[in-house]
């Protein structure tokens, strides 16, 4: 009797990853609608039209660009991986189709922070253009550092995908209220998006307290790869935080994903 040949998980994990990403592509349009709008919406309103009533000057732009580019990254990551995450498990029950993949249980929660970073990347590239466009020049935007760029949002992107998969895994459908209002609502507030971190030298208290926010390191990052003359964190601080979150928080999602997968 033949032994069936066996399959290597690479190719497995390869082969899921390309069917998430063969949906995104269908589903693109829609998924940058849902992921950008609030974002844009802001660029227009803090970016445009304050600017042009003469409330906010045109050094706020630069400000803001990063900060704006940090939020369309963070709501697209932890939105991409989250609320597929809460259907899975929920009411569709799908992920059973992909327990059953011969592939081990922790790389499938891996693959979907995966393609949440990418999708997250691509939000952030999406918007960046069309903000430049509607905020008009930026004092002191640069894109020499491309490079370093996408390598915060990368990193970024990765950490709020895990995010994503924690909360989507330990979080019940019918709390993603709570979720948005309790967790993602203060973490765009008080994530220095609007405001740089160095700002909050006002303000000790707060200053310090929201170094547990991931998006504070990402919009500070950004700050200083695109509009380096902007007050903004030493990168090599933004770096470690952020590799130190992702691996602690990927740690959980996992965990969590594990947990209720085999429960």
């Not at 491309?146 to 709020?160: P, Q, R």
């Amino acid at each position: 009797m033949e032994m069936a040949p066996s399959i290597s998980p690479a190719k497995v994990f390869f082969a899921l990853l390309s069917r998430d990403a063969r949906v995104t592509r269908r589903e693109l349009p829609f998924f940058l609608i849902r992921t950008t709008m609030q974002p844009l919406m802001f660029i227009v309103v803090f970016g445009f039209l304050l600017p042009k009533m003469g409330f906010l000057g045109a050094q706020y732009k630069a400000t803001l660009l990063p900060g704006i580019l940090g939020i369309s990254l963070t709501m697209s990551a932890i939105q991409s991986v989250a609320l597929p995450m809460m259907q899975d498990f929920g009411w569709t029950n799908e992920i059973e189709d992909r327990l059953l993949a011969p592939i081990p249980i922790p790389l499938i929660a891996i693959e979907k922070i995966v393609v949440g970073t990418i999708q997250g990347v691509i939000a952030g590239l999406f918007v960046l253009p069309i903000a430049r466009v509607i905020m008009g020049p930026i004092p002191g935007l640069t894109l020499t550092h491309i490079g370093e760029t996408v390598g915060i949002a990368l990193l970024g992107s990765a950490t709020f995908s895990a995010i994503g998969l924690f909360m989507g895994t330990a979080i019940k459908p019918q709390q993603i209220g709570f979720m948005f209002s309790l967790i993602i609502a203060p973490m765009l507030f008080f994530g220095c998006a609007y405001y740089p971190w160095r700002g909050l030298d006002v303000v000790p208290v707060m200053k310090y307290a929201v170094l547990i926010n991931p998006l504070v390191y990402v919009a500070e990052g950004l700050r200083g790869v695109l509009t380096p003359a902007a007050p903004h964190m030493p990168l090599p601080v933004v770096v470690t935080v952020l590799t130190g979150m992702l691996l602690i928080v990927g740690w959980l999602g996992v965990r969590s994903f594990l947990k209720r997968a085999l429960k």
